[in-house]
């Protein structure tokens, strides 16, 4: 797939409104400065897709981008979560949208979860894995930021989440990542292709 031509469809507020349940999507989630739009716009080699967050946690939309001419395959950029501001009461109904998203969505392929490397499987995200694993949804998990640590601290990184996910490695994978260094990119493609052309 032609991931550079992806452009901005629509943005919902929640899932209620989002575009018809058709075609395929793969879904981008992470935690507030994880580096989930920096990963987006790395992927699909654009500047300003997905605006990077100067603010967490102010109003977030939820982001549909089309791959080429018609939206039938869609990458979609979910709001960030963890952002201590956000009201309780926010973030409950959030996460309620989230599960019924992963549960219900019919045309949704996987999720990609993006962690920074150093910072890998917050509660948030654990839970988000717990979730997919419910829904039977594959998930593929990008630790990026790589650049930040020594090659070898990145792998000892990416083994040591491979060994805590070990139980779920049939819908789990994971990766390397760096939007800064454009690395591990074609990984990503990869899978999304294999998501997405199903
Ligand atoms: P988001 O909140 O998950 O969308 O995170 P952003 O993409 O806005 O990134 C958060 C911060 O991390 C920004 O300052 C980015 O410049 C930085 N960042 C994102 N990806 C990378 C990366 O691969 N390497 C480095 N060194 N910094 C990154």
Same mark, same amino acid.
């Given at each position: ?124 995200? !654990? ?6 694993? @419910?829904?039977?949804?594959? /998930?593929? &998990?990008? =630790?990026?930021? *790589?650049? %930040? ?9 990416? !083994? ?6 070990? @139980?779920?490695?049939?819908? /789990?994978? &994971?990766? =390397?990542?760096? *939007?800064? %260094? ?17």
């Amino acid at each position: 797939l032609n991931y550079q031509a992806a452009c901005f469809i629509t943005s919902a507020p929640t899932l209620a409104k989002c575009p018809p349940d058709s075609g395929a999507e793969v879904a981008f989630a992470g935690r507030s400065n994880a580096g989930k739009s920096s990963a987006i716009n790395a992927l699909t080699r654009q500047k300003a897709l997905a605006r990077t967050s100067k603010t967490p946690g102010r109003t977030q939309l939820i982001n549909f981008f089309g791959l080429g001419e018609d939206s039938d395959r869609r990458l979609v950029d979910l709001p960030g979560y963890g952002y201590a501001k956000v009201p309780e009461q926010v973030k409950l109904e959030w996460q309620r949208h989230l599960s019924d998203y992963l549960r219900r969505r019919g045309s949704l392929r996987g999720l990609v979860l993006v962690m920074d490397v150093r910072h890998p499987l917050s509660e948030f995200d !654990q839970t988000l894995l717990g979730w997919a694993d @419910e829904a039977d949804m594959p /998930v593929h &998990i990008l =630790l990026t930021k *790589a650049d %930040k640590l020594k090659s070898g601290a990145a792998k000892g990184a990416l !083994q040591q989440v491979r060994s805590r996910l070990h @139980e779920w490695e049939d819908l /789990v994978s &994971i990766q =390397l990542f760096s *939007a800064l %260094k454009k690395q591990g990119i074609e990984e990503v493609h990869a899978r999304l292709d294999q998501w997405l052309l199903d």
